[in-house]
């Protein structure tokens, strides 16, 4: 069966490059799907073979680790990749962008949610269903109806989502593969019905849930499972191998290259009918078995390997990408995954106690403390310089002061004739720009006096218009807004129609685009959003 999960994840790639060679391949939905009918098949087999008898906890310590060090490294050079693109473009970009551009904003909650999720795997489907709100803590918005652009892109191998549904099939296998035909039937009823008929009973459309939510990929998984069923009837009957060949190529053409008018699921049926008799004829073949062991590098790197050839070649990812994929995968199966797979057979095949021991646990839960205190540092520190570069939550009074962190583009230096003291605002625009420590509330108090009848001035916050103020002749104006303010990247904008040597000259000995005088210029910063 090594072919067919190689064909599976190369089809994966090919889904997520630019297609600018055409390469065949499947759908990447019905691969990802037919990943979870074989590992449905393959947790079976070792469910009933080799962690027969042994404890839960061996069998789940085992699937972590089949996981982990091909993820552990891909991680690692994503995140080398990150940082020398840092060094080389001297902007961040992906995959480090979402972190650099706000982790300051998270809470320390978010911060060990998403860090733990990236650095060990877990809850990655999870997560999926989850948004960061303003106030950067985590909230359930599992219909996707309130996304913040402002916080996303945490998830530095995106395509590993899967792998979080795996695991939590790995969680529950023990207790569904070695069951009877008839209980492993019911739990496909169970997803089913789920699926087609409780969450429309409760107004969920299950079209929104995506392909993310466990309970309803289930099924794929069960189906694996009386695959198994069927190969242990197979490999104990006397049937004739070339029958067996027949039936193999048979089941594989009507998955892969489906008729026209098959309806999707009965593509997974045919592939759990296919599993048997593909397993049977190659489960001794070498060469498809290292097929078969590259296509985990192959599916978990290759994300990497296409944004390395989009922002730093100008060729297609497709052809590329499958090259580079490739060498890349051999690489880590060679050195990585091949002896991690060593030591991982010699854990699981040693006797074992019934529990595992509390000195390892309390050794494996420090050193989880101790790299999950990485990306907390690292948000104080970025919170440390965000403070020291912002302006202090205060009373300002704008036109005799220039506080620090405090930007004024479009302004002149206040000017006073002895009693009072006013700035000029240039045209075309005058600006503020300020970050702040944290998220508030602002009062924008402000008052001009023009000197063109007629006059237009636009005011702005954040790119967000406010009001078009129409100036009389010589008429004050004054005007006062409450603001939400944002932590990063405030803008208050006055934006002229005209000045000074642009339409109407009022100043003829002075060549400055002058356009209104302030005599009040005020921000108070008041706490709480």
Wanted: net charge positive; glycine share 6%.
């Amino acid at each position: 069966m090594g072919l067919l999960r190689f064909i599976l994840a190369v089809s994966v790639l090919i889904g997520h490059s630019d297609h600018s060679l055409g390469l065949p391949g499947l759908d990447t939905t019905l691969a990802v799907r037919s990943f979870y009918v074989i590992s449905g098949f393959y947790m079976a087999l070792v469910l009933n073979t080799k962690y027969l008898h042994k404890p839960y906890y061996v069998f789940i310590r085992g699937r972590y680790l089949r996981l982990f060090p091909a993820y552990a490294v891909v991680l690692a050079l994503t995140i080398f990749y990150g940082l020398a693109t840092y060094r080389l473009k001297g902007t961040m970009e992906w995959p480090l962008q979402g972190w650099a551009r706000s982790i300051e904003g998270l809470t320390p909650a978010s911060v060990t949610t998403y860090a733990f999720s990236n650095l060990f795997i877990l809850g990655q489907d999870i997560l999926s269903y989850f948004h960061v709100n303003n106030n950067g803590q985590l909230f359930l918005d599992y219909l996707n109806l309130h996304p913040n652009p402002a916080f996303e892109g945490y998830m530095l191998i995106p395509q590993a989502w899967t792998l979080g549904i795996e695991f939590l099939f790995y969680l529950v296998a023990p207790f569904l593969v070695t069951r009877s035909t008839l209980f492993i039937l019911g739990v496909i009823a169970a997803s089913m019905a789920c699926k087609f008929w409780l969450f429309p009973c409760l107004g969920i459309d299950y079209h929104l849930m995506g392909y993310r939510f466990f309970p309803f990929e289930l099924v794929y998984f069960a189906l694996g499972a009386l695959s198994f069923k069927i190969y242990r009837k197979l490999s104990a009957s006397e049937i004739s191998k070339k029958y067996i060949h027949l039936a193999a190529a048979l089941f594989f053409l009507a998955y892969a290259v489906a008729p026209a008018g098959m309806p999707t699921p009965a593509r997974y049926v045919w592939l759990a009918l296919c599993i048997p008799t593909l397993f049977l004829l190659t489960k001794n073949n070498q060469v498809d078995r290292f097929m078969g062991e590259l296509s985990y590098p192959i599916y978990i790197s290759h994300i990497l390997v296409l944004y390395c050839i989009t922002q730093y070649t100008p060729y297609g990812t497709e052809g590329l990408g499958l090259a580079m994929t490739l060498v890349l995968s051999a690489l880590i199966y060679l050195l990585i995954d091949r002896r991690a797979d060593k030591w991982r057979e010699g854990l699981a095949s040693r006797s074992v106690r019934p529990y595992p021991s509390a000195k390892r646990l309390a050794v494996c839960l420090a050193a989880m403390a101790v790299l999950l205190a990485v990306p907390l540092a690292a948000r104080r520190q970025v919170q440390a310089r965000h403070i020291e570069s912002s302006l202090a939550v205060a009373d300002y009074h704008l036109i005799d002061q220039y506080p620090k962190n405090l930007v004024l583009v479009g302004f002149e230096p206040a000017e006073t004739d002895g009693r009072n003291s006013w700035r000029w605002g240039l045209g075309d625009k005058s600006e503020l720009i300020f970050s702040l420590p944290y998220a508030t509330n602002m009062a924008l108090t402000f008052k001009f006096v023009p000197l063109i009848p007629g006059q237009a001035v636009a005011v702005f916050f954040n790119h967000v218009f406010l009001e078009r103020i129409v100036c009389g002749d010589n008429q004050a104006v004054f005007r006062r807004f409450t603001l939400p303010g944002k932590k990063s990247g405030n803008v208050i904008q006055f934006v002229y129609d005209d000045w000074n040597g642009r339409k109407t000259l009022f100043a003829k000995n002075d060549s400055r685009p002058l356009a209104v005088s302030f005599s009040q210029l005020d921000l108070s910063l008041v706490p709480g959003l």
